[in-house]
């Protein structure tokens, strides 16, 4: 079955960066894109953005442009989601998602979720 | 201030019938397909209808999603104590060229 098994727990300083990784499994990696999405304490869904993994392509959600970076290793099945320049309100757990569509949210798997807090 | 509006919340009786709403714009509902998603307390979000109104395996039939122009809507008759959970509306946004939420509501069975 799909499966998507993201890094544990976080805590960073203001300022710093943040790498959280999600392994898939039970599917052909390079078929389906992946979101990130995260949700702050107490906060809805909000979506950060997509890489394919067949091609490397990535679509970052504007709000987060410059500060965030998406990479896939396929040797390892690996999508990973860096995060520069932490600031408290990127405090969140954040969720990686298969993404069954070219364009829409069509995000049939989700990973467990990382908490990452940013806290001095 | 999310792009897409639901109501913080609703509640409705075991048995009963509850709808949540979302609405949008020409940019995102009104011109790409809808998705609701599921989050019970403590775990990740679930997809519970996809393009509008499609049910993915293990979703009952008691749930159902309809479209209409640039507002979409969320059913589920029969209501249950699982039930219980916070729904959020999503669509692709043509403007922003990026996906967005509605701010979620949160289902009480009372």
């Known amino acids: 079955q799909v499966q998507l098994v993201q890094s544990g727990a976080e805590v960073k300083m203001p300022g710093a960066s943040v790498k959280v990784s999600c392994k898939a499994s039970g599917y052909t990696f390079t078929t389906y894109g992946i979101s990130w999405v995260r949700q702050a304490p107490g906060q809805g869904l909000e979506w950060m953005g997509w890489?394919?993994?067949?091609?490397?392509?990535?679509n970052y959600a504007q709000k987060l442009q410059g500060r965030v970076t998406m990479s896939t290793d396929t040797s390892t099945s690996t999508v990973y989601m860096e995060l520069r320049s932490l600031r408290s309100d990127d405090t969140a757990v954040y969720y990686c998602?298969?993404?069954?569509?070219?364009?829409?949210?069509?995000?049939?798997?989700w990973g467990q979720g990382t908490l990452v807090t940013v806290s001095s | 201030q999310s792009v897409l509006i639901q109501p913080p919340s609703v509640s409705g009786t075991p048995g009963q019938r509850v709808t949540i709403s979302c609405s949008g714009g020409n940019s995102n509902i009104g011109n790409n397909d809808v998705y609701w998603y599921q989050q019970l307390p403590g775990t990740a979000p679930k997809l519970f209808i996809y393009r509008n109104n499609q049910r993915p395996s293990g979703v009952p039939d008691r749930v159902s999603g309809s479209k209409s122009g640039t507002s979409a809507s969320l059913a589920i008759s029969g209501l249950r104590s699982e039930d219980e959970a916070d729904y959020y509306c999503a669509a692709w946004d043509d403007s922003l060229s990026g996906a967005v939420f509605g701010g979620g509501t949160q289902l009480t069975v009372l």
């Open positions: 890489i394919s993994p067949y091609n490397r392509n990535t």
């Open positions: 998602a298969r993404d069954s569509s070219g364009a829409g949210p069509y995000f049939d798997s």
